[in-house]
């Protein structure tokens, strides 16, 4: 129909070329915990062969240790992320992954240490644990932690990064007041 025509016509951004308008969103998938296993190349994978246009890798941790999502922590997580961006590649689609740090939200009884916020409210939902807040000299590690996995996206293979920045984790813990309801 034609008012569908132009969900199926390529967009150029900067020097990235979308094959059409269908994006497949940020979301987790339980088939690794921390690095990229087979099970999470064949999803992706599929994912790309039913035609949207971008695919999201969900939340990829930029700090060690977090044990949930897809880690890009460290240069031996480029490999696992190469496999699944080429297999999204190979059906034509363009590759995203989104780069997460939780804040408070990280998943203590996992990890077994205090989780980091902008400041020491404990947050409503999960864990409802008093976070540490983070000092300046942390925050900046931290700022430097989400280039260097931008970096490691690259060489990876990925046409783009986004940093989430929404849904309560940490950059949303800085930027709103609700974040801080106790
Ligand atoms: C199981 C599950 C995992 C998700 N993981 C993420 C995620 O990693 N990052 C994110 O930004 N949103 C995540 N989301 C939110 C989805 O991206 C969101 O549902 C979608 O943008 C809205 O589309 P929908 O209305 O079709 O659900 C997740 C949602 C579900 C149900």
């Not at 408070?104 to 008093?130: C, N």
């Not at 849904?167 to 106790?182: C, E, K, R």
């Given at each position: ?8 016509e ?6 990235m070329t ?25 999803y ?57 740090h ?15 916020s ?9 864990s ?10 942390e ?6 932690a ?5 970096v490691?996206?690259?060489e ?11 849904a ?5 813990q ?9």
């Amino acid at each position: 129909m034609a008012q569908f025509d132009k969900l199926f016509e390529p967009i150029t951004i900067k020097s990235m070329t979308i094959p059409n308008r269908i994006i497949m969103p940020a979301l987790t998938v339980n088939t690794a915990m921390g690095e990229i296993n087979d099970a999470t190349v064949a999803y992706y994978e599929r994912r790309a062969k039913g035609g949207a246009g971008l695919i999201t890798i969900g939340i990829s941790p930029v700090v060690p240790g977090m044990v949930t999502g897809l880690d890009i922590s460290d240069d031996r997580f480029i490999p696992g992320h190469k496999r699944a961006v080429d297999a999204i590649h190979r059906h034509g689609a363009r590759a995203n992954i989104q780069l997460w740090h939780p804040g408070r939200y990280e998943m203590t009884f996992l990890t077994g240490r205090q989780a980091v916020s902008a400041s020491d409210v404990a947050p409503p939902i999960f864990s409802k644990e008093k976070p540490r807040a983070l000092t300046v000299e942390e925050i900046k590690e931290i700022v430097e932690a989400f280039g260097k996995a931008a970096v490691r996206a690259k060489e990876a293979g990925y046409d783009c990064v986004e940093i989430i920045a929404s849904a309560g984790y940490l950059i949303s813990q800085f930027m709103s007041p609700v974040g801080h309801q106790p």
